[in-house]
């Protein structure tokens, strides 16, 4: 019931108008004004897994950046580098401090291989974000894995290509990471691993990629499995696979891990039933195969997790760089990167001469993020006299990595 006061000014206002009337219009003047919604516009990559998964990623990117609009977080990575004047120079970044659970698909279009979602919001039912940690997308190339004994897979169709863009697959669907898949085979040494560095190096430049991750079938034999207090043997068949994962930069080994496991039943597949599809799956080796696959993955990415995310300085105009990460990799306006330059001249060689542990490196500066583009970012360097050191092909790089 409206109070008498706002009546009696009603009525002074416009004395024509019976009470009745009045207070007609007496709720639309009352009622509070509500906000306009608000609209982010996310970009996704459409990949290996299709326009579905490229939504989900783009629907997220969006709802980050509207998180970033309502409350943001900035996290230092103090003591990141130092340059030779002493100066202590530092990687930050600003994280979304606030999520919401209702949106509004406002648009979707694509263009070419990237999917662009405009979402709508309202900001009032914004909620503050728990765990605060949105870690960069590293960039990776998976190649085809070797396979040692090729007659013990002759009932799965193309194995050496088919597991390691499942692994890609895979890997992708996490989030983590940003994928592409190389035909190049990158041969195993004696004991495992490439030691063929320069070929590793050559690949991540080919697909602009910070790891390079390759691996071996070592076996995929058949056995009997002891049951019934070792009376009975029943069938079974085991797959052992080993995962190598490369520094894209210097070549060199990261993380090198092998799984085992065993599927008893039925031995045989079939080449009918495509790799990683539900009908390959249900086979008792098959599904053994992708136990496999799906603790290699978890290994490789706890592996990866705690190295710095990297990019590459691909042009340098003025006082501003590009580099070719931008928000598909989660780089956003705001963050900051130090710069570097890695030596290929002064290598580091631990025991074994012929395979080196890295590059030197000399910090640069530092470079804020300005403008983000899906697949680039334009940002500025400082201080700006360091610009002229700097030139493409150089490294930007969050010093203390983000977790997963």
């Known amino acids: 019931m409206p109070s008498n006061k706002a009546v009696r000014l009603l009525g002074g206002a416009l004395p024509a108008l019976p009470l009745a009337l009045l207070l007609t219009f007496l709720p639309v003047l009352q009622a509070p004004a509500h906000a306009a919604p608000a609209e982010a516009e996310g970009v996704a990559l459409i990949d290996e897994g299709g326009a579905a998964r490229a939504r989900q990623l783009a629907i997220r990117d969006a709802l980050e950046q509207l998180g970033l609009r309502s409350a943001a977080r900035v996290d230092v990575a103090a003591g990141g580098g130092t340059r030779p004047a002493g100066k202590t120079l530092e990687s930050s970044r600003v994280q979304p401090g606030a999520e919401f659970d209702n949106y509004r698909i406002v648009r979707e279009w694509q263009t070419g291989q990237l999917l662009h979602v405009r979402v709508a919001v309202k900001e009032e039912e914004a909620r503050p974000r728990g765990n605060v940690n949105l870690a960069y997308r590293k960039k990776i190339v998976v190649t085809p ?10 009932d799965i169709d193309n194995i050496a290509t088919r597991l390691p ?3 890609l697959r895979r890997m992708g669907e996490t989030g983590k990471f940003l994928g592409k898949d190389s035909p190049y085979v990158i041969s195993p040494g004696t004991t495992g691993p490439a030691a063929d560095t320069a070929a590793v190096r050559r690949l991540a430049t080919m697909y602009e990629s910070q790891f390079v991750i390759s691996g071996e079938i070592i076996d995929a034999s ?9 009376l009975l043997k029943k069938d079974a068949r085991r797959i052992e ?17 092998t799984v085992v496991a065993e599927g008893v039943g039925e031995r045989r597949i079939g080449r009918d039933k495509p790799f990683g599809s539900a009908s390959f799956a249900a086979t008792p080796f098959g599904g053994a195969i992708m ?10 990415a706890q592996d990866i997790a705690p190295l710095p995310f990297m990019a590459k300085v691909v042009q340098v105009q003025g006082e501003r760089i590009f580099i070719d990460a931008g928000s598909t990799s989660s780089v956003t306006p705001g963050d900051q990167l130090v710069l570097y330059r890695s030596d290929a001249r002064q290598q580091v060689y631990g025991n074994d001469p ?3 542990l890295g590059n030197v490196e000399s910090p640069l500066g530092t470079v804020s993020i300005v403008q983000v583009q ?6 500025k360097i400082e201080p700006a006299s360091a610009a002229k050191q700097v030139s493409a092909g150089d490294l930007v790089r969050f010093d203390v990595a983000v977790g997963p």
């Open 354 to 356: 012929l395979v080196p």
């Open 165 to 167: 863009q499942e692994l």
């Open 145 to 154: 894995f070797h396979v040692r004994r090729s007659p013990q897979l002759d």
């Open 291 to 300: 136990r496999a696959l799906d603790e290699g993955i978890a290994q490789i």
């Open 222 to 230: 058949n056995f009997g499995k002891p049951a019934y207090y070792g």
């Open 374 to 379: 899906p697949g680039f970012a334009i940002g």
């Open 241 to 257: 696979i080993a995962f190598y994962v490369h520094d894209g930069l210097s070549g060199a080994l990261v993380a090198r891990r």
